[in-house]
């Protein structure tokens, strides 16, 4: 958490005029208009994108970043601050953040960890004015929503190869290649500065041009290679390039134009300057931004050496140099990372990848003096590692490099960043896979990790095959009964229970149970585990009468063998909370859950993540009371927390938004309710990916927010694609996919269109009653929304006798007083009360004529 002087400190501190980490003003021509359009969709909106048109196949090169330097440089005396971010990825725009506090604040920022220099730099962008952001090389850009959505004193401009996507108040400019005349003054300038070119140095700058096609990368490469050689003319140049990588199928159009420049520019580079070679083919396997110079710099080898050769490089515009760090274009990384048959050593990308997982393995030797690489080591390097992890070739292994890509993915799974440690788990597994066999312990454990993290990210389809193999092989390998198998069979019945699937879950559960007890006793730690998920499980399947004695049971079993305040014990004394709550017996579930929270913030402290867990817990059931008043500020102040101590778009903090937002709905403030909702579900596309449950419940609770401020003409058609997404993702009866349908159902009847809801509520309720049974709760909800439906269709026939059922199933299975039940007595009375008022209506209407005349 920041601590209070470092919020104060950023509302005082000010950057001096012009504070900036721009590069120098690149030569921009032919981009006039583009510029004049930009200014005025930054004045006039705020944020800005500068995309790339279609006609390029959506690659590199095009010119974006050097329109928006342009852009920066241009009207740099507008601006307080101006701060360049790598934003190729999450961890790169942290990595830009973290060096902005550390201009501001030096000192401060040397002692703080990473996520509290992020925070600073937000927290003073929040106070201060008139700065321009520039997000370069955008891969996502729902990346750039937990800035822009929060930071609006300022100008927020990205450049990215996507065209589509972006926020309805972002304005995009397509960049396309440049025109031919564009094209060819910019070779005459490389080429030939404030000279005046000859006729003939002119035509052949247009062949050439031409040759090129306008792309401007290309051109800027070519003039910094002619420049270089003086004695090579244009025409000779344009010789040289051949034919090479004109083959139909071999790269795209910029691939093949790019590849053909760099086979004449590292042919002149071996000669000048060999060591700037291999840099360049270590460089292609890391991550494209903020590579630092001492990353590239082998051991024995004189650190001046490595600045020549990266100064060598940039004179020949291969890489962008900033004194410590270089960027590399990614298209440029694209072609050398692959095999050139032309290449008098086709081996060298492979030579170049040897050496860059080297320079990390180096670069991660713990500190002198200390047993552990350090957590700055770790971030600096890690996206580093998600690149070669990423583009691993096949049949390579190092063993230090899988344990590093093993370590580096634990950091970002615990960090709730599981979706970007995937790759890194994956290509731990295809290395212990080819070095120990397909089942060794630790590969096992490998392929049970990874099953984990697809599950994490809300790929069931993935992980669950993936999990059923594991356990197949610890089987296999290990027997039936060792502690291994007994885990990997409780994960596949956790990934079953995700995909709503209890019919397998369960019995799963209670198998893995009985071997537990049999193997390691009764009161093991692992034994009241897996009692504890079965207890969960028969939750999910509103089986609470099997549920809550166990959870009981579990409870009072670690009390004793744990101790009152093990951090076990008080998991599960939250799980007995949630299940007496969901029974509707809030009078045990409140003082249990007030319990459990104090204990926490005694035992683990006031911001553990537990302790934010039991607090948002508590937070829920105020509010399933009534009780706003208590629930809507504990919320707040857990997401806060969330906020600070987990980062802002950490699973759990997306899950305290989404209830902060709930609590408003209830309050009947859809005013805060819906911008949060929407910020939710943007952050949740972006760190879980479109179709994990937790995006899809976030697009749910949208549509519902929308239904609830009555824009029918926004709420149907999200509800409809969400309910799409769930039969695609979870199957067509997964609990979710119930729940999804019935509210689309209650949609259709809010719009009046009860001849398209009735029909949805009664398939709804025929599926419940397969899937969940006859008496779960959801069933029972299912059977009281038909019902009200008969009813507003005039079919009191109908629904009067489904009311009654619904009712007596309630006070059967919730009991006489649970809220539940007394909206379905309620429900029944006035059914009732309507039946009866159109029966003595009829009567009415049936008297008998007292013979009076009518006129």
């Given at each position: ?731 067509d009866t997964h609990p979710d996919t119930l729940t999804s349908r019935n509210n689309l159902a209650s949609a259709y009847q809010s719009a009046g269109d009860l001849a398209r809801a009735i029909p949805l509520y009664e398939a709804t309720l025929a599926q419940r009653e397969q899937v969940l049974g006859d008496t779960h709760p959801n069933t029972l909800t299912s059977r009281n929304n038909l019902a009200y439906a008969y009813q507003s269709a005039g079919d009191l026939a109908r629904a009067i006798p489904l009311y009654e059922a619904t009712l007596a199933q309630r006070e059967q299975v919730l009991g006489d007083t649970h809220p539940n039940t007394l909206t379905s007595r309620n429900n ?28």
């Amino acid at each position: 958490m920041l601590p209070p002087e470092a919020l104060h400190m950023a509302e005082r501190v000010t950057a001096a005029l012009g504070t900036s980490n721009l590069p120098p003003s690149p030569l921009c021509l032919g981009r006039g208009e583009e510029l004049i359009r930009l200014r005025n969709m930054l004045t006039g909106r705020r944020e800005s994108a500068i995309t790339q048109s279609g006609a390029v196949h959506g690659l590199g090169g095009i010119g974006k970043s050097t329109l928006a330097l342009h852009y920066a440089h241009q009207y740099r005396g507008d601006y307080a601050l101006i701060w360049w971010i790598n934003a190729g990825s999450p961890d790169e725009i942290e990595s830009s953040f973290t060096d902005l506090t550390h201009t501001l604040v030096s000192e401060w920022a040397a002692t703080a960890g990473r996520a509290e220099q992020v925070a600073w730099a937000r927290q003073w962008l929040a106070w201060h004015p008139d700065w321009l952001l520039i997000y370069d090389n955008v891969e996502d850009p729902d990346d750039l929503v937990p800035y822009t959505g929060a930071l609006h004193r300022g100008h927020h401009l990205a450049t990215s190869r996507r065209s589509t996507d972006w926020p309805d108040n972002a304005t995009t400019l397509a960049l396309g290649n440049l025109a031919p005349d564009d094209a060819t003054t910019l070779l005459c300038r490389l080429l030939y500065k404030d000279e005046v070119p000859t006729p003939r140095q002119k035509a052949d700058a247009q062949v050439l041009a031409a040759e090129l096609g306008y792309l401007p990368l290309a051109i800027r490469q070519a003039g910094a290679y002619l420049a270089r050689n003086l004695g090579v003319s244009l025409d000779s140049y344009r010789q040289r390039l051949g034919s090479k990588l004109t083959k139909p199928g071999r790269g795209k159009d910029s691939e093949r134009t790019i590849a053909r420049i760099w086979n004449v520019t590292l042919h002149a580079l071996e000669e000048a300057d060999p060591l700037a070679v291999e840099l360049l083919y270590t460089a292609a396997w890391l991550a494209p931004d903020s590579i630092p110079h001492t990353l590239l710099t082998p051991p024995d080898t004189d650190p001046d050496d490595v600045a020549e050769a990266i100064g060598t490089l940039a004179a020949y515009s291969m890489v962008t140099d900033t004194g410590t760090t270089i960027s590399i274009h990614r298209l440029v990384q694209t072609v050398l990372r692959t095999t050139n048959t032309d290449d008098a050593d086709p081996s060298r990308h492979l030579q170049g990848r040897a050496r860059a997982e080297q320079a990390l393995l180096h670069h991660l030797t713990p500190p002198p003096g200390t047993d552990s690489t350090t957590d700055n080591q770790w971030d600096s390097l890690t996206p580093h590692l998600v690149a070669l992890a990423a583009e691993a070739p096949p049949g390579l292994h190092n063993a230090s490099l899988a344990d590093a890509y093993n370590t580096a993915a634990y950091r970002l799974h615990h960090q709730g960043h599981t979706t970007r440690a995937i790759p890194l788990f994956e290509a731990t597994l295809a290395q212990r896979e080819q070095v120990l066999g397909d089942t060794h312990p630790n590969t096992l454990t490998s392929r049970n990790n990874l099953a984990g993290a697809y599950e994490s990210a809300g790929d069931l389809a993935r992980a669950i095959p993936l999990y059923e193999a594991t356990l197949a092989q610890y089987e296999q390998v290990l027997g039936d009964t060792h502690p291994d198998t007994l885990n990997s069979r409780n994960n596949l019945a956790y990934a079953y229970q995700s995909a709503g699937d209890l019919a397998r879950a369960i019995p799963l559960y209670e198998a893995t149970l009985a071997q537990r007890e049999q193997v390691l006793g009764d009161t093991h730690p692992g034994t009241l585990a897996s009692r504890n998920n079965l207890a969960s499980a028969y939750r999910a399947a509103g089986d609470l009468g099997r549920a809550i004695p166990l959870y009981e049971a579990t409870l009072a079993q670690r009390e004793q063998v744990l101790g009152d305040t093990h951090p076990d014990t008080l998991t599960s004394r939250n799980n007995l909370a949630g299940a007496y709550e969901s029974a509707g017996d809030l009078g045990r579930a409140i003082p249990l859950y007030e319990a459990t929270l104090a204990q926490c913030e005694q035992v683990l402290g006031d911001t553990h993540p537990n302790t934010l867990t039991s607090r948002n817990n508590l937070a829920g059931a105020y509010r399933a009371a009534g009780d706003l008043a208590r629930a809507i500020p504990l919320f707040e102040a857990t997401l806060a927390q969330c906020e600070q101590v987990l980062g802002d778009t950490h699973p759990n903090t997306l899950t305290s938004r989404n209830n902060l937002a709930y609590a408003y709905r209830a309050a009947g403030d859809l005013a805060r309710a819906i911008p949060l909702y929407e910020a939710t579900l943007a952050q949740r596309e972006q760190v879980l990916g479109d179709t994990h449950p937790d995006t899809l419940t976030s697009r749910n609770n949208l549509a519902y927010a929308y239904r609830a401020a009555g824009d029918l003409g926004r709420a149907i058609p999200l509800f409809e694609a969400t309910l799409a997404q769930y039969e695609q993702v979870l199957g067509d009866t997964h609990p979710d996919t119930l729940t999804s349908r019935n509210n689309l159902a209650s949609a259709y009847q809010s719009a009046g269109d009860l001849a398209r809801a009735i029909p949805l509520y009664e398939a709804t309720l025929a599926q419940r009653e397969q899937v969940l049974g006859d008496t779960h709760p959801n069933t029972l909800t299912s059977r009281n929304n038909l019902a009200y439906a008969y009813q507003s269709a005039g079919d009191l026939a109908r629904a009067i006798p489904l009311y009654e059922a619904t009712l007596a199933q309630r006070e059967q299975v919730l009991g006489d007083t649970h809220p539940n039940t007394l909206t379905s007595r309620n429900n029944l009375t006035s059914a009732r009360r309507v039946a009866q008022a159109v029966q003595q209506r009829n009567t009415a209407t049936a008297a008998p004529d007292n013979g009076r005349l009518h006129s």
